[in-house]
């Protein structure tokens, strides 16, 4: 499926432009003791009027041995963003508009951005439906994307989760993931890994 790019995108997205659409696919899921087990997931990435970040979203189900949709896993939905000093021409905090016009207007303006490494930061932060959000860095180089949390905030009733990495990558026009995880009381370890095809 071959994929366009928005004239109206906003410069400071086209790093990660290659995301931007709806994803889905079948992953495998396990940890520690845990067998793995087949999901389906379905990720959406889309650029908000002209925003200078990403909303993601995506929803992950069990599959029975026919391959039969079963009860939802999760539901995350967060933003991602390239890393820069927030400023007087950006929205926030809270509602408040605006005072300045964006010096990121082109894209010359947004390769200023990228690091002496040759790839741009990234901040993502992530919402899960039971009591935890994350707060990731990394980068963005190319159509690849590496992330670990700087932040796990969690309430008193959620399960143990202490840390994670993901990684994303465009492979043969898919969009692979692989996510590990510190939890329950184990070190760091894998987790979850999806291959998802571009929908229309």
Do not use: C
Not at 45 to 69: K, M, N, R
Not at 87 to 114: I, N
Not at 180 to 193: I, N, P, V, Y
């Amino acid at each position: 499926m071959a994929f366009t790019l928005d004239a109206d995108l906003n410069p400071e997205l086209v790093p990660l432009s290659w995301l931007i659409g709806s994803w889905e696919g079948v992953g495998v899921v396990g940890y520690g003791d845990a067998p793995n087990t087949q999901f389906g997931q379905r990720i959406d990435f889309v650029d908000p009027a002209g925003a200078p970040y990403l909303h993601y979203t995506a929803q992950s189900w069990l599959l029975d041995e026919s391959g039969q949709i079963g009860d939802t896993l999760s539901l995350e939905t967060g933003i991602w963003q390239l890393v820069r000093p927030r400023a007087d021409h950006d929205a926030g905090p809270g509602l408040l508009a605006p005072t300045a016009a964006s010096p990121f207007t082109t894209a010359e303006a947004v390769e200023s951005m990228r690091r002496e490494s040759g790839d741009f930061g990234l901040e993502v932060s992530i919402v899960q439906p039971h009591g935890i959000v994350e707060l990731y860095t990394g980068r963005v180089d190319g159509p690849r994307i590496d992330l670990s949390t700087d932040i796990v905030a969690r309430t008193k009733t959620s399960k143990d989760y202490r840390a994670s990495t993901r990684m994303y990558g465009l492979v043969e026009g898919d969009l692979l993931w692989a996510w590990d995880m510190a939890a329950l009381g184990r070190e760091l370890g894998s987790h979850a890994s999806a291959r998802l095809k571009r929908v229309a």
